[in-house]
């Protein structure tokens, strides 16, 4: 079946540190990948997507490549800020008809001033 | 515009107690979904509801009933509340299911069951 791996947490940045979340996947077919992003207290909001091998999604400063050949979606930033403070989650989509969407487990991102 | 709006926020059960949790979207979106959230286990899919007048399990619907009530709401019954449903639940939407379309999140409802 399908599954996401991330990299465990918590991660710890100071502020301006460049960052990477690792992010593997197992699918069936070729899935369309997402990066959601929850700040405290609030529910998820997506933050990018890629829908085929070699698409770049991008959104405030965050950037991911589907890699096929690899089967992963990092998540990268440059220079991270205070209020980059959440959880972030990794998911696929194998699409067909079967509403399932596959979170990763999550990787808590704290970063300090 | 207010989303996904989830009530109650929080909400403390006893063991067999029973309960509903609301759900409603003003964004006219076709598929509904709740999930629950436990540390270390992500998120997983307990029902969802691909069009308004159908619904259909997730990966974890023991314990859980829906009801699609109209096509801006869908809410949650725990019939009998146990231990191990206490997690915090999301419910969510997206405009036609699942295929690069994005979901939209409620904020949050935390259970604790005793």
């Known amino acids: 079946g399908d599954s996401v791996t991330q990299m465990e947490g918590p991660v710890t940045l100071s502020e301006e540190a460049f960052l990477t979340i690792n992010c593997t996947y197992t699918?069936?077919?070729?899935?369309?990948l997402f990066w959601y992003v929850q700040y405290p207290g609030e529910g998820l909001q997506l933050l990018l997507k890629?829908?085929?091998?070699?698409d770049k999604g991008s959104n405030k400063g965050f950037e991911a490549t589907y890699r096929k050949e690899t089967t992963s979606f990092h998540l990268e930033k440059g220079s991270v800020q205070v209020s980059d403070s959440a959880v972030y989650f990794c998911?696929?989509?194998?699409?067909?008809?079967?509403?399932?969407?596959?979170f990763g487990k999550g990787t808590l991102l704290t970063v300090n001033p | 515009n207010a989303g996904v709006t989830q009530t109650p926020k929080f909400q403390v059960l006893k063991t067999g107690q029973s309960m509903t949790l609301q759900c409603a979207q003003d964004?006219?979106?076709?598929?509904m979904y709740w999930y629950r959230q436990d540390p270390g286990m992500g998120l997983r899919l307990i029902y969802y509801?691909?069009?308004?007048?159908?619904?259909d399990k997730g990966e974890v619907p023991n314990g859980y009933n829906v009801s699609r009530l109209n096509k801006r709401e869908f809410s949650l019954r725990l019939e009998s509340a146990a231990p191990s449903q206490t997690s915090v639940y999301f419910c969510?939407?997206?405009?036609?299911?699942?295929?690069?379309?994005?979901?939209?999140f409620g904020s949050g409802t935390q259970l604790s069951v005793l």
């Open positions: 890629a829908t085929k091998a070699d």
């Open positions: 969510a939407s997206s405009s036609q299911g699942w295929d690069n379309e994005k979901l939209f």
């Open positions: 998911a696929l989509n194998s699409g067909g008809s079967n509403y399932k969407l596959t």
């Open positions: 964004m006219n979106h076709n598929s």
């Open positions: 509801s691909a069009s308004e007048g159908t619904t």
């Open positions: 699918a069936t077919g070729y899935p369309s």
